[in-house]
């Protein structure tokens, strides 16, 4: 039982990271200035998203600390996108929307 759980929980984060992977690359990069170096940057801010949406609304998570800041979100994502930084202002403004 628990197994076709965790199952059915993976296949939902896989949707959830594929979709929100499509959005930022295909939509997001054709109409704001092609913010990502690759596809792999544009997937790796997806499920930070996802990761950073978990942390400040989840609370059934086990906290072990204070749900994370915009500067540690920001630190997180040093040079993935193609060996360079994010656009600083785009990741406070994700992270003010998701907050």
Not at 1 to 28: A, G, P, Q, T
Not at 58 to 87: C, H, I, S
Request: net charge negative.
């Amino acid at each position: 039982m628990e197994d076709r759980f965790l199952n059915s929980h993976c296949e939902n984060l896989k949707f959830y990271v594929v979709s929100y992977y499509l959005m930022f690359f295909i939509i997001f990069q054709k109409l704001n200035g092609e913010p990502f170096a690759d596809a792999d940057a544009a997937f790796t801010l997806a499920y930070a998203v996802i990761m950073l949406n978990v942390d400040q609304h989840n609370y059934n998570v086990k906290r072990q600390n204070n749900p994370m800041t915009a500067d540690e979100f920001k630190r997180n994502l040093k040079k993935v996108n193609g060996g360079q930084d994010f656009d600083q202002e785009l990741l406070d403004d994700i992270y003010s929307g998701i907050k």
